[in-house]
């Protein structure tokens, strides 16, 4: 691939830290004041977004992870899903805001909103950095968007491919 736009942010860091203090504060506001939330992060690409959306909030909030695998061939999601790690605390009447990296088929955020809902949670929301809304299969809810893109594959902030670039604090498009 060209080396040059790997070095071409599509959101630079700049832009990401100021959707996500956006994002943050649409969350909040949708609560009632000091209503604590429970943010479940889909590792590992949802990390860094947790990180700087975690520390957006002005309330009580506490974080657990699962891991799923999609079954990718290359770069694309077979639509396959399976629970590698869940999460470590019940769910039962808390806020929990799944909070994932990107929405592409919609297939691995369905899974987890059926599988969360089963938990008797008080409310469920999904919180996604990147949404693709041109590769949608299914009809998902994605209640937060940070940014709408094109069917393009992107890497950085979290996102790899083949485990390199997750630490790129911009996010660009690998082709
Ligand atoms: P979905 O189930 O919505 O098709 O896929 C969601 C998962 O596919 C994401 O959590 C992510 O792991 C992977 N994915 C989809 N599009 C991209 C992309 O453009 N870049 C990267 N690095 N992963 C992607």
């Known amino acids: 691939m060209p080396e040059g736009a790997l070095h071409t942010p599509l959101f630079t860091a700049d832009q990401i830290r100021t959707r996500i203090r956006a994002m943050a ?28 959306l975690s520390r957006a909030m002005t309330r009580p909030v506490t974080l657990d992870f699962m891991a799923v695998s999609s079954y990718a061939n290359g770069t694309r999601s077979s639509g396959e899903v399976r629970v590698i790690k869940d999460v470590d605390t019940s769910l039962h009447d808390r806020n929990v805001i799944i909070i994932e990296d990107i929405v592409d088929t919609g297939l691995t955020l369905a899974y987890l909103r059926d599988i969360l809902r089963a938990r008797s949670p008080k409310s469920l929301r999904a919180a996604c950095l990147l949404s693709k809304p041109s590769r949608r299969l299914v009809d998902v809810v994605v209640d937060y968007i940070g940014f709408e893109i094109e069917d393009r594959f992107v890497v950085g902030y979290g996102l790899d491919h083949g485990e390199q670039f997750r630490h790129l604090p911009y996010i660009a498009v690998y082709e």
């Open 25 to 52: 504060r649409d969350i909040e506001r949708d609560y009632p004041p000091q209503e604590p939330l429970h943010l479940v992060a889909v590792l590992k690409g949802a990390f860094m977004f947790l990180s700087d």
